[in-house]
């Protein structure tokens, strides 16, 4: 992921308009999005077609999270907002999770590459995170730019069962490790674009690869939404030498697998 700006949002719209829409009866699902930027109306239009993993940043997004209905919803704290987090927000945030029983703890983790002077107190977050999730048995839904390795090892001690590497960009080499943990990674629409992006969706194994937006976001022209993920079917057809409705099924069958739906 690179550095997202919280504050813009996308202009409403009633529903995904119809040649955004998922094509055939399977519902799209979109592993990682924050939903709680989106404009009621827009979201409400995604909700119809997709299934929405919905992210959250911090207690007051987590709780908007938890009021949509239809979604996967994710709580957590950013690691970009531990710096503004007030004192008691990640106690509070920790008896939401255990009170709401919801399956996700996200978006949490380390990030080294944009707020590496508040590492530190990333650690004491993750680390509470994790044994939150390996107590209740929750997937972790991980951001990690330039701290692939250290979110990993973390998971690795955490003893957690189910993961997701969001926009995984890091080392080729640890994308076996990712699979041999059981753990999986998202492919952005980013991928029609971004180098790195590609190598890593060439090398994965395919059954560790689901499809997310990250959206709303704006990335090098890109507007970031649950209708993007087309973009990446279509990019992961092309890398993988396949049809894209075979890439659709594959990506389908994993992300069925980490959410349990």
Not at 61 to 70: D, F, N, Q
């Amino acid at each position: 992921m690179q550095q997202r700006n919280s504050s813009r949002r996308p202009g409403a719209a009633p529903e995904a308009p119809e040649e955004s829409r998922p094509e055939g009866g399977e519902r799209v699902v979109d592993s990682h999005v924050h939903c709680h930027e989106f404009s009621r109306d827009e979201l409400n239009g995604y909700l119809k077609s997709w299934t929405l993993v919905c992210v959250s940043d911090d207690v007051s997004s987590s709780r908007r999270t938890l009021e949509i209905a239809g979604a996967v919803r994710c709580l957590g704290i950013h690691p970009w907002r531990v710096e503004s987090a007030q004192p008691g927000d990640l106690e509070t945030l920790l008896k939401l999770v255990e009170r709401s029983e919801v399956p996700c703890v996200g978006e949490v983790g380390l990030d080294r590459r944009f707020v590496q002077h508040t590492i530190e107190r990333q650690r004491e977050y993750f680390k509470a995170f994790l044994r939150l999730a390996r107590e209740l048995d929750l997937v972790v839904n991980v951001h990690a730019p330039d701290a692939w390795h250290e979110a990993l090892d973390g998971l690795r001690r955490a003893d957690i069962d189910r993961a997701l590497i969001h926009w995984y960009t890091g080392p080729v080499e640890l994308l076996e490790t990712i699979r041999d943990l059981g753990y999986y990674i998202s492919i952005n629409p980013a991928v029609a674009i971004q180098r790195r992006h590609q190598e890593v969706a060439r090398e994965a194994d395919r059954r560790i690869v689901v499809l997310e937006s990250d959206g709303p976001y704006e990335y090098r022209g890109l507007r970031l939404a649950p209708p993007a993920i087309r973009m990446a079917v279509e990019k992961l057809a092309e890398l993988w030498g396949v049809p894209q409705n075979c890439v659709s099924e594959i990506v389908g069958t994993n992300a069925k697998r980490l959410w349990r739906l």
